[in-house]
């Protein structure tokens, strides 16, 4: 999401993309060796424009590690300005070339795909909250200097290369930053207004930043009554980036929709054409000119960096047919520059299982439109290859590993995806059905942390709280994607308490939960079915209290083309006894063959199959066990 917004209160006077950044990077060269950077930079062999590479195989083996740029690293002082270190909505100064010093640290984590925040230039600061996170666009053509130069973006993706690591860019098409304001009243200034008397008329506040949602568009309005629609005027303002936008093409105030604030999500006008709470201004991506631009913008960004792939954000709030056009043209472009199996995986910040899929489904051939067509090949109804799992958080992470409710939430969610889910590879895409392939995640920096959440239990139960739900998050099917800070027990609530500075920690790589996680990704890289196995859920229970069985939750992951190719996870998500796979004389039954020996990859515990397929398995509460059979075990510190 669009997140940490400031509130548009009217203000009183408050390396380019599309070719190589020859300024900028003269510039760059000469600051290389100031002394204020500590060390010299390296330019060396980044004069060209980079050979585009595909760098991954499955994007079912990659264990993604979100990063909001700003709070990870400083690594250049260079790029150090308006830092407000104690002010959690203010600059911090973290930067690509942090990253880029601290790949060791992600790489004993056990990471193998960098998910860095938005990389475009932003509004740098609105009313006392700065552009730290990068959703407040307003030059696509040009990097955030915050962040580094261009050289700093290819450095960084080329030592993550080197590292077997990938690099997914943020990426934001619903809309750009607070750059304009509803000229209301017709007087040429933004300003705060208040009308009727709250006797014969209502009393108004109007802001002219972010006016209340109109289906007409924002009207002006008189003394003498409404004027028609108002004027958009463009900010002015080189200190606070509030300035025109680039490219050209998003100076017209027609590319916007100019409808104001939404109100009501579950709206559809509002939820399509209003403008984001905060004063986002709603980009019309209907328009042929708007979806051209977008994906020649950031087809631009990737033919200058050579990364690997784009999380996208608030896709619920823009049409399916945008995402079916910018997503085969973009797909072709790179395609036809050597860059392939690129994924795109969108946020729909939202519960309903349906919702999410459907921006992965392939869209039928009657709702295919044939605007902005005729600008390359024919289209198909492809779209995006995944999603962030929003639903799986809510039902799998919050219901049952914070809140102890019934597992079969779990089973239904994940049954659902087989017809809520694309279940077909896009087109020139990864390879991969979307609904193989969610991107599973515990928390990230629109919601509260996980410890957070269960901040009001004993500190070894959290710790424990979060273990657990760590096991499941590596071993579910798809991509496992952890927010930064998760390995250092972060706990801060909502945005921005939830954006921690990481050097802070000190970067310890021995407390238990670091090593918890580095050995869950060895684990999942060690055991292919963990990866790439087909799902068979064998245990779910609706019981929470004191049943035999309550909180039990197992499931298969069997075949992913390997001698490695079976793995049964069994998890105990009750927090207050032991629990088994039983209840009232059924047994678990399993794909094991009777007699098989199952030693836990995490303990080294065995256990053999009955002569009737079944496992009766005992756990301690907030506990799991990997079960892989006897002969592929391997020792895992």
Not at 13 to 40: E, F, K, M, Q, V
Not at 119 to 132: F, R
Not at 307 to 325: C, M
Request: with cysteine.
């Amino acid at each position: 999401m669009a997140a940490n917004m400031g509130h548009a209160d009217a203000r009183k006077n408050t390396y380019s993309r599309g070719r190589r950044l020859r300024l900028g990077l003269g510039a760059a060269l000469a600051l290389a060796c100031a002394p204020l950077l500590g060390s010299c930079l390296s330019y060396e062999g980044y004069e060209d424009t980079p050979e585009l590479t595909v760098e991954v195989e499955d994007w079912r083996d990659e264990v993604i590690y979100q990063v909001l740029v700003d709070r990870f690293y400083n690594g250049d002082q260079g790029n150090d300005y308006m830092i407000e270190l104690d002010a959690p909505a203010r600059y911090h100064g973290g930067d690509w070339r942090g990253l880029e010093d601290k790949l060791p640290y992600l790489e004993e984590l056990g990471v193998t795909a960098l998910w860095i925040s938005p990389v475009i230039k932003n509004v740098e600061t609105d009313a006392d909250v700065d552009g730290y996170h990068g959703y407040w666009a307003q030059d696509f053509t040009a990097l955030n200097p915050h962040f580094g130069d261009l050289v700093a973006l290819r450095r960084l993706v080329d030592a993550a290369h080197e590292r077997d690591m990938l690099v997914i860019i943020d990426i934001v098409t619903n809309h750009v930053g607070q750059l304009f304001y509803y000229d209301i009243n017709l007087n040429g200034n933004a300003d705060v207004q208040l009308q009727g008397n709250g006797t014969d008329s209502p009393v108004l506040h109007i802001n002219e930043y972010d006016p209340d949602f109109d289906i007409r568009g924002i009207q002006s309005f008189t003394s003498l009554g409404e004027a028609g629609p108002a004027p958009i005027i463009f900010g002015n303002d080189p200190y606070s980036n509030h300035m025109p936008p680039s490219p050209e093409v998003f100076r017209n105030p027609a590319v916007y929709n100019r409808r104001g604030r939404t109100l009501d999500f579950e709206v559809e006008e509002q939820l399509l054409t209003g403008d984001f709470p905060g004063g986002l201004k709603d980009v019309d991506t209907t328009r042929c000119d708007v979806k051209q631009a977008f994906v020649d913008v950031y087809a631009r960004i990737i033919e200058q960096s050579n990364a690997d792939g784009f999380r996208i954000d608030t896709i619920k709030h823009v049409e399916y047919e945008f995402w079916r056009y910018f997503t085969q043209r973009l797909r072709q472009r790179l395609a036809e520059k050597g860059k392939t199996n690129f994924i795109m995986f969108g946020e729909a910040f939202d519960g309903r299982d349906d919702l999410v899929g459907s921006f992965t489904q392939k869209l039928a051939p009657e709702d295919h439109e044939l605007d902005c067509a005729s600008d390359g090949p024919a289209l198909t109804g492809d779209q995006l290859d995944s999603a962030f799992y929003f639903p799986q958080h809510f039902q799998a992470i919050r219901d049952v590993f914070q809140d102890a409710q019934s597992t079969d939430r779990i089973q239904s969610l994940w049954e659902q995806r087989t017809t809520t889910w694309g279940t077909e590879a896009m087109t020139g895409g990864i390879g991969i059905p979307p609904a193989d392939v969610p991107i599973n995640f515990l928390d990230n920096h629109d919601v509260p942390r996980f410890l957070y959440a269960v901040n009001d239990r004993d500190e070894d139960v959290a710790q424990q709280l979060l273990r657990n739900a760590l096991l499941f998050l590596y071993t579910a099917p798809g991509v496992p994607c952890l927010y930064y800070g998760t390995e250092q027990n972060f706990d801060g609530g909502n945005d921005p308490a939830n954006r921690e500075d990481l050097w802070k920690s000190g970067f310890d790589t021995t407390n238990t939960t670091f090593v918890w996680i580095s050995r869950l990704a060895k684990m999942r890289k060690q055991y292919t079915a963990l990866r790439r196995g087909d799902l068979g859920v064998t245990w779910a229970t609706a019981r929470t209290g004191d049943e035999e069985d309550a909180g039990i939750f197992a499931f298969e992951r069997n075949g992913g083309n390997s001698a490695n190719g079976y793995a049964l996870v069994v998890i105990n998500s009750n927090q207050s006894h032991a629990s088994r796979t039983a209840y009232e004389g059924e047994v678990m039954s399993v794909l094991a063959p009777a007699g098989t020996v199952l030693k836990d990859a995490i303990s080294g515990e065995t256990w053999t199959v009955g002569g009737d397929g079944s496992l009766d398995i005992t756990l301690d509460p907030m506990t799991g066990v990997i079960l892989v059979p006897q002969s592929d075990w391997v020792s895992i510190p």
